[in-house]
């Protein structure tokens, strides 16, 4: 079983950045991995996607603002996320073992992410 841990979640204004971490239980370096995000009565929308070549795929609403980028040697998955603005707001959760722009077999529990205007 692989279990993800997220963290950097937090509060920041429109415009500020934040870096979100996940943390794996084993190698991630064959794992395609995403983060995902949901705010309240929304659907889970993926946010960006790396495949195990180091390969990324962005959706549009986050191009040229995030950026996901992965440390095998650490078994760790981060996404930086700079201009940040309210329709941001939302908890973001990682996942690996799947397919860019499908379906992923573990999830973390997530981290809430606050941008107010």
């Known amino acids: 079983q692989v279990q993800l841990v997220e963290s950097g979640g937090g509060s920041v204004q429109a415009g500020g950045s934040l870096r979100l971490s996940c943390t794996a239980s084993?190698?991630?370096?064959?794992?395609?991995m995403a983060w995902f995000r949901q705010a309240p009565g929304t659907r889970r929308e993926e946010v960006a996607c790396?495949?195990?070549?180091?390969?990324?795929i962005y959706g549009d609403s986050v191009k040229g603002r995030f950026t996901i980028s992965k440390d095998s040697a650490k078994r760790s998955l981060y996404l930086q996320m700079n201009g940040l603005k309210p329709e941001d707001t939302a908890m973001y959760s990682c996942?690996?073992?799947?397919?860019?722009?499908?379906?992923?077999?573990?999830w973390g529990k997530g981290t809430q992410v606050t941008v107010s205007s």
């Open positions: 790396i495949d195990f070549n180091g390969n990324t």
């Open positions: 084993v190698s991630i370096g064959t794992y395609n």
């Open positions: 996942a690996a073992s799947g397919w860019c722009g499908s379906s992923f077999n573990y």
